[in-house]
Nanobody, 119 residues
Framework: QVEVVESGGGLVQPGGSLRLSCAAS????????MAWFRQAPGKQRELVAG???????NYADSVKGRFTIARDNAKSTAYLQMNSLKPEDTAVYFCHVQNLVFQQIDTYWGQGTQVTVSS
């Protein structure tokens, strides 16, 4: 079993920055993929950014050039640096983890952290 805990959300003004952290603990064998999703009220959950354990990265078009994902594999932690935040970035941000155990991939979600961009 893997526990996923996010932190770092909050209220920020437009144009500001926030850094989210996602820590995975427990039976973490190979965290082949760590990603950030977000869900705004009334909308579907969407991928924001993801990173494989060998460094491949993908971003949603809406955040390219503003958000940066990073990982510390030794700490089983992922980060999301969010710059130039816009009101439309307001959402609950969830960390998603894929854990490879022998030949099986188990997926886990954190509880989410609220990001509000407002003046």
């Amino acid at each position: 079993q893997v526990e996923v805990v996010e932190s770092g959300g909050g209220l920020v003004q437009p144009g500001g920055s926030l850094r989210l952290s996602c820590a995975a603990s427990g039976s973490t064998f190979v965290l082949i993929y760590m990603a950030w999703f977000r869900q705004a009220p009334g909308k579907q959950r969407e991928l924001v950014a993801g990173m494989t354990n060998d460094g491949k990265i993908n971003y949603a078009d809406s955040v390219k050039g503003r958000f940066t994902i990073a990982r510390d594999n030794a700490k089983s932690t992922a980060y999301l640096q969010m710059n130039s935040l816009k009101p439309e970035d307001t959402a609950v941000y969830f960390c998603h983890v894929q854990n490879l155990v022998f030949q099986q991939i188990d997926t886990y979600w954190g509880q989410g952290t609220q990001v509000t961009v407002s003046s």
